[in-house]
């Protein structure tokens, strides 16, 4: 009987077959167990011999099942930190990484570029009303200008007031003024529509405005700063630029900068060559735009000024339509996106 039991135990492959062994063996109705019961009809000196002896099988068999029970768990566990082990010199899988946006990446640097001149960034809504877009920057009711900028409007409310998208970051100017004791000096980045779609233009796009309030701020501030900031953008020792009187009904007197550039093939080179390109609207501050937020413009003056963000992207990077900025093509993307 013994050695039938412990070739069964040796041959149990798992913890199921070794406890069916077990209960065979050492069950109430086991192989062993019935031998046990035996020993009470026995005389007492059969039961003097048998007594030991079937009480050594009894515990070499336990043992043997312990031992196999063991060996078992044992190899389970082998098992199991074979097949979980972590190869730590596999090679990382190539997991696809996000690019930054062109239009992210430089309303960053141009953030980075006025705040270390001493600049703060502040932000105002996408849905304006007439008032912060237009009025109190000074066109006139029926004005064209109001026209000129393709504007996207609400349906009336029941007021009657029309909000829209605004056309421009300038209402930014006016909530500002509104709330803000000068000295001001700000930035403000942000989405700004207008109803237009082609190659260097679509429905949406990012300016960023940018806004000084002082007392006796001047003309040579505005060049100054705008000269600074084209020349750290565009990485460049010297640059020549220059002032083309222009209007807009917040400013006066108002001007476009222009940045002296040559074209060498598609590449677009800036600092350098004969062409002259148009980057950014500016000028003083109206005083009529100053009255309108309660400054008095014989107390303060400022300069203003707008620039179009997608269009420094594509200038800077070679980018050569506007529109496949917002047609979320990943390729795109991968092709003119930045690593973080
Ligand atoms: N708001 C003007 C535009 O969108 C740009 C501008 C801003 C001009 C500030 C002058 C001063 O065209």
């Keep these: 009987l013994e050695s039938d039991l412990l070739a069964r135990i040796g041959a149990a492959d798992t913890g199921a077959?070794?406890?069916?062994?077990?209960?065979?063996?050492?069950?109430?109705?086991?192989?062993?167990?019935?031998?046990?019961?035996?020993?009470?009809?026995?005389?007492?000196?059969?039961?003097?011999?048998?007594?030991?002896?079937?009480?050594?099988?009894?515990?070499?068999?336990?043992?043997?099942?312990?031992?196999?029970?063991?060996?078992?768990?044992?190899?389970?566990?082998?098992?199991?930190?074979?097949?979980?082990?972590?190869?730590?010199?596999?090679?990382?899988?190539?997991?696809?990484?996000?690019?930054?946006?062109?239009?992210?990446q430089v309303t960053e640097e141009i953030i980075a570029i006025f705040s270390a001149m001493?600049?703060?960034?502040?932000?105002?809504?996408?849905?304006?009303?007439?008032?912060?877009?237009?009025?109190a920057l000074n066109f006139p009711?029926?004005?064209?200008?109001?026209?000129?900028?393709?504007?996207?409007?609400?349906?009336?409310?029941?007021?009657?007031?029309?909000?829209?998208?605004?056309?421009?970051?300038?209402?930014?100017?006016?909530?500002?003024?509104?709330?803000?004791?000068?000295?001001?000096?700000?930035?403000?980045?942000?989405?700004?529509?207008?109803?237009?779609?082609?190659?260097?233009?679509?429905?949406?796009?990012?300016?960023?405005?940018?806004?000084?309030?002082?007392?006796?701020?001047?003309?040579?501030?505005l060049k100054g700063v705008l000269e600074a900031f084209v020349k750290t953008f565009f990485e460049l020792d010297d640059v020549k630029t220059r002032f083309r009187p222009h209007f807009f009904p917040f400013t006066e007197p108002s001007a476009e900068m222009d940045v002296q550039y040559e074209r060498v093939g598609n590449e677009v080179r800036f600092g350098q060559g004969e062409k002259w390109m148009e980057i950014l609207g500016c000028g003083m501050v109206h005083p009529n735009v100053l009255k309108n937020c309660g400054l008095d413009p014989d107390e303060y003056q400022g300069f203003a000024f707008g620039v179009g963000v997608d269009r420094l992207a594509m200038l800077k990077y070679g980018i050569p339509d506007l529109r496949d900025f917002f047609t979320a093509d990943a390729r795109w993307l991968e092709h003119y996106g930045f690593d973080a």
């Design 118 to 135: 001493g600049f703060d960034v502040a932000e105002g809504p996408d849905i304006e009303d007439d008032f912060h877009n237009f009025t």
């Design 141 to 221: 009711p029926d004005h064209p200008a109001r026209e000129m900028h393709d504007t996207f409007f609400f349906e009336p409310k029941e007021d009657g007031q029309r909000m829209l998208l605004r056309t421009h970051t300038s209402p930014v100017q006016i909530r500002t003024m509104m709330t803000q004791k000068p000295p001001i000096r700000i930035i403000i980045p942000g989405r700004t529509f207008r109803c237009d779609s082609d190659q260097t233009h679509t429905p949406m796009f990012h300016q960023v405005e940018g806004l000084v309030i002082d007392k006796e701020t001047h003309m040579g501030h």
């Design 17 to 104: 077959a070794l406890e069916e062994v077990r209960v065979s063996a050492l069950g109430k109705k086991g192989a062993v167990s019935e031998k046990m019961k035996t020993l009470g009809k026995m005389s007492p000196e059969e039961r003097k011999e048998m007594g030991p002896a079937l009480n050594g099988l009894k515990t070499r068999i336990a043992e043997a099942i312990e031992t196999k029970k063991a060996e078992l768990e044992a190899a389970a566990l082998d098992a199991r930190l074979a097949s979980e082990k972590v190869d730590v010199t596999l090679p990382v899988r190539p997991e696809p990484k996000g690019k930054i946006h062109p239009v992210s």
